[in-house]
């Protein structure tokens, strides 16, 4: 399995307070990735990043921000949570192939 | 507008038999296409892929398929085995910033292989 882990692995939180989820891998890959997964949907990209300091949107990006100032490590931030993304969001990463490898995910509930 | 379809969103198949899980897609510029497989509670798990110049790619009892003219394509499990019961996505890769490779889901198609 490929090193990655996400943080936290649940969270409940309220309308309109921030929320910060963490990736975290040990593989030294460029390319890292924030989906959510929602039920009719399959995944959606939100974020992704191609190097330190470099990212750009994906699909669903409207109410997020990520942010990568190490290698390891891509955080992305709810600045005011809705209740509308409350979903299962993942992480992933690759290399030079095509695949990229998921980690466990982070249940969020936005009340 | 959806890229890649899953229209099937349930399969049921007995133990031992094939199961056949199908993907469309819309998008002539994807040059990979890949298939996950999905437990609940768990991270997608890479499966396997194709390159758009390939007709056929397999692994073991995976086998995947691709018509290019049809913009179809299939993943066959033989033997089909009750661990094999998971929620199985497809997705293609399209490119981003930096020709970062970025991957397109279907919805998924749920798979019980009954014992």
């Known amino acids: 399995d490929a090193g990655i882990t996400q943080s936290p692995r649940h969270k409940v939180t309220e309308t309109g307070t921030p929320v910060t989820l963490r990736c975290h891998q040990t593989?030294?890959?460029?390319?890292m990735y924030w989906y959510r997964q929602d039920p009719g949907h399959g995944l959606r990209l939100i974020h992704y990043?191609?190097?330190?300091?470099?990212?750009d949107k994906g699909e669903v990006s409207d109410g997020y921000s990520v942010s990568r100032s190490k290698t390891e490590d891509f955080l992305l931030t709810l600045e005011s949570a809705t209740s509308s993304q409350t979903s299962v969001y993942f992480c992933?990463?690759?290399?030079?192939?095509?695949?990229?490898?998921f980690g466990p995910g982070t249940r969020l509930t936005v009340l | 507008d959806q890229q890649v379809k899953q229209n099937s969103p349930s399969l049921s198949v007995q133990e031992g038999r094939i199961s056949i899980l199908n993907c469309d897609y819309t998008?002539?510029?994807?040059?990979?296409f890949l298939w996950y497989k999905k437990y609940p509670a768990e991270g997608p798990t890479f499966l396997i892929s194709?390159?758009?110049?390939?007709d056929k790619n397999e692994d073991g009892r995976f086998t995947v398929f691709l018509n290019k003219s049809a913009k179809h394509l299939s993943l066959h499990i033989v033997p089909s085995q009750p661990g094999d019961s998971a929620v199985y996505f497809c997705?293609?890769?399209?490119?981003?910033?930096?020709?970062?490779?970025?991957?397109?889901f279907g919805q998924g198609t749920t798979l019980q292989v009954k014992p």
């Open positions: 998008n002539s510029m994807f040059d990979y």
């Open positions: 997705a293609a890769r399209t490119h981003g910033s930096s020709n970062t490779g970025k991957l397109i």
């Open positions: 194709i390159s758009s110049i390939k």
């Open positions: 990043s191609y190097g330190v300091k470099d990212t």
């Open positions: 593989e030294n890959h460029r390319y």
């Open positions: 992933a990463i690759s290399g030079a192939g095509p695949a990229q490898f």
